[in-house]
């Protein structure tokens, strides 16, 4: 099993930045592909972005493209995303996952332990 827990999320206005992290525990040598997830209010749960065990060929949904970055560190087993020139429609809980798949999915499905989530609030 592995265990999940995000962190850093907070209330901030539009234009600003936030760090998420998300640290690992357990069976983290099955792990191969971390991901963040996000579900506004009303909304389902989408993609946002993902990372491979060695960082290569990170991928992000179009709507974070040029803003977010997915980064990890397998040392402190710990992926990261940064947040940059966020927007209200940013506003979301935040959950990380991570897959054992020798892939780096998109889909929810592929994922197989999931965090608690982070809230994450961004004002006009």
């Known amino acids: 099993q592995v265990q999940l827990v995000e962190s850093g999320g907070g209330l901030v206005q539009a234009g600003g930045s936030l760090r998420l992290s998300c640290a690992a525990s357990g069976s983290t040598f099955s792990v191969y592909a971390r991901g963040w997830f996000r579900q506004a209010p009303g909304k389902e749960r989408e993609f946002v972005a993902a990372?491979?065990?060695?960082?290569?060929?990170?991928v992000y949904a179009d709507s974070v493209k040029g803003r977010f970055t997915i980064s990890r560190d397998n040392a402190k087993r710990t992926v990261y995303l940064q947040m940059n020139s966020l927007k209200p429609e940013d506003t979301a809980t935040y959950y990380c996952?991570?897959?054992?798949?020798?892939?780096?999915?998109?889909?929810?499905?592929?994922?197989?332990?999931w965090g608690q989530g982070t809230q994450v609030t961004v004002s006009s």
């Open positions: 990372i491979s065990w060695s960082g290569a060929n990170p």
């Open positions: 996952a991570a897959s054992t798949r020798a892939i780096v999915p998109r889909a929810q499905g592929a994922y197989d332990y």
